[in-house]
C-alpha cells in the first residue's frame, strides 16, 4: 500500500468515526466525550454524571462497540 493510499484510508477511517460519534446513545456519548476529549478518568466520570464506575465502564464499552460497527459496515464485517 503506498503512502497516498494509507492516507486516503485513514482519511475515510476518520469521516466514519465523525459520522458514527452523533448516533451514539446519549450515556455511552456523554462518557465518550468525558473521557476522550476531557481526558477525566472513569471514577470522575462516575461522579460527574452520578452513575457507578461500572456503568462508566460498560457505557465506554457500548460507545466503543457502536464506533466499531460503524467504521467496519461496509467492509463486509
Known amino acids: 500500500m503506498t503512502a497516498r493510499a494509507r492516507e486516503g484510508s485513514v482519511a475515510e477511517l476518520a469521516l466514519r468515526?465523525?459520522?458514527a460519534l452523533p448516533?451514539?446513545?446519549p450515556l455511552p456519548r456523554a462518557v465518550f466525550d468525558r473521557h476522550r476529549y476531557?481526558?477525566?478518568d472513569?471514577?470522575?466520570?462516575a461522579d460527574?454524571?452520578?452513575i457507578t464506575v461500572a456503568e462508566v465502564e460498560r457505557a465506554m464499552a457500548?460507545?466503543?462497540?457502536?464506533?466499531?460497527?460503524c467504521t467496519n459496515a461496509d467492509d463486509g464485517s
Open 17 to 19: 468515526i465523525a459520522g
Open 23 to 25: 448516533t451514539i446513545e
Open 38 to 40: 476531557s481526558d477525566m
Open 42 to 45: 472513569y471514577t470522575a466520570i
Open 48 to 50: 460527574e454524571l452520578g
Open 62 to 69: 457500548d460507545a466503543m462497540l457502536h464506533i466499531m460497527r
